[in-house]
C-alpha cells in the first residue's frame, strides 16, 4: 500500500483514532461523576475530558472531511479553529490543573478552604483562554494580522501554560523531596495524583509538540514542508490527535479508584447485557449490519493552519 497519499488506511486510522476518544473521554466523564470519585479536584479532569472529547466529535471529522479534494465541504479556516480551540483548552486546562496541584501539596491547609467558585473559575477560564490563539486565526485569515503575528501568538500560547505547568511540578516535587528527607511525610494520594497529572502534562508535549513546530514552519517557511514526507505529516497529525484518548489510559494504570469503577462499569453492562438476553431471547437475533466508509481517494492539500 502507497503511505504518500491518502487512502483508505489512513481514513480507517483516522475513523478508528476519533471512535476510542470519543468512548474513553465518555467513560472518563461518566467515571469520574460517580460518588466514590467524586472530589473537587476530579471536575478539572472531566473538564479535560470534555475538551478531549471535543476533538473526536468534531476536530476528526471535519479534518477528514477538509482534506477531501472534491466538493470541499468545510474549508481550512473551520478545521483550523476547531482544531485549535479544542487543543489549547486541553494545554491551558492542564497549566490550571498543576497549580491546583501546586496548591495542594505546598498549602494543603488553605487548599481544603477553596470554593466551588474557586473550581468554576478554574474550570472556565482555560475555554476563555482558548479564544485568543483562536480569534487570531480568524484575524489571520481575515488578513488583519501577518503570519508573523499569528505564529507569534501560537508560540505565547503554546509556552506560557507549558512553562507555568513545568515550573508547578519542579516545585511540587522539590516540596516532596524537601518533606522526605525531613522524615515529614511519604507519598501520599495527592502526590500519587500530581506524579500522574505530571506524566500527563508530559505525554501531553510529546504529542503536541511535533506538530506544533510543524505548524511554525509551515507558516515561516512554507516551501519547508515540501520537502517532508506525506507520510510523516499524516503520522504527525495522528500523534497529535491521539493525545486525547492518552488521558484514559494513564487513569487506568495510575489511579486505582479510577480503574476499579471503569471495571465495575464494564461488568454492569456485562450483567445487564445477560439479564436483557434471558428477559427477551428473540432481541438479539441476527442483524445485517452495514459498514460505510470514507473513499480511499482523498488527498491533503493543505495540512497544519493555513
Not at 486505582?256 to 471503569?262: G, K, L, S
Request: net charge positive; with cysteine.
Amino acid at each position: 500500500m502507497i503511505f504518500n497519499s491518502w487512502n483508505l488506511f489512513w481514513s480507517v486510522c483516522f475513523a478508528v483514532t476519533a471512535v476510542i476518544i470519543i468512548i474513553s473521554n465518555s467513560l472518563s466523564i461518566a467515571v469520574l461523576r460517580k460518588q466514590k470519585l467524586r472530589k473537587r479536584c476530579h471536575y478539572l479532569l472531566i473538564d479535560l475530558a470534555i475538551a478531549d472529547l471535543l476533538v473526536g466529535i468534531f476536530a476528526i471529522p471535519i479534518f477528514m472531511i477538509t482534506v477531501i479534494p472534491e466538493d470541499r465541504l468545510v474549508s481550512t479556516l473551520v478545521l483550523d479553529c476547531v482544531d485549535m480551540f479544542t487543543g489549547f483548552c486541553s494545554i491551558f486546562t492542564l497549566a490550571v490543573i498543576s497549580l491546583e496541584r501546586l496548591n495542594a501539596i505546598a498549602r494543603p491547609l488553605q487548599h481544603r478552604t477553596l470554593s466551588s467558585r474557586d473550581y468554576t473559575v478554574a474550570i472556565v477560564t482555560p475555554w476563555i483562554l482558548s479564544l485568543i490563539p483562536t480569534t487570531g486565526r480568524v484575524l489571520l485569515g481575515s488578513f488583519v494580522i501577518t503570519i508573523r503575528s499569528f505564529v507569534i501568538v501560537i508560540i505565547i500560547s503554546l509556552s506560557t501554560p507549558l512553562l507555568i505547568t513545568c515550573t508547578a511540578y519542579c516545585v511540587i516535587w522539590r516540596k516532596q523531596a524537601c518533606r522526605v528527607q525531613d522524615g515529614v511525610g511519604t507519598m501520599g494520594r495527592e502526590a500519587r495524583l500530581s506524579k500522574t497529572l505530571f506524566l500527563i502534562t508530559g505525554t501531553f508535549v510529546l504529542t503536541w509538540l511535533p506538530f506544533e513546530v510543524l505548524v511554525s514552519v509551515f507558516h515561516l517557511c512554507s516551501p519547508c514542508t515540501k520537502e517532508i514526507p506525506y507520510v510523516v505529516l499524516v503520522v504527525i497529525k495522528l500523534l497529535h490527535f491521539s493525545n486525547s484518548f492518552i488521558n484514559f489510559i494513564i487513569y487506568c494504570l495510575r489511579i486505582p479508584d479510577y480503574r476499579e469503577a471503569v471495571s465495575e462499569t464494564f461488568f454492569r453492562c456485562k450483567c445487564g447485557r445477560a439479564a436483557h438476553r434471558e428477559l427477551y431471547p428473540l432481541a438479539d437475533s441476527r442483524k445485517n449490519i452495514k459498514l460505510t466508509y470514507f473513499s480511499g481517494a482523498l488527498t491533503l492539500e493543505n495540512f497544519g493552519y493555513s
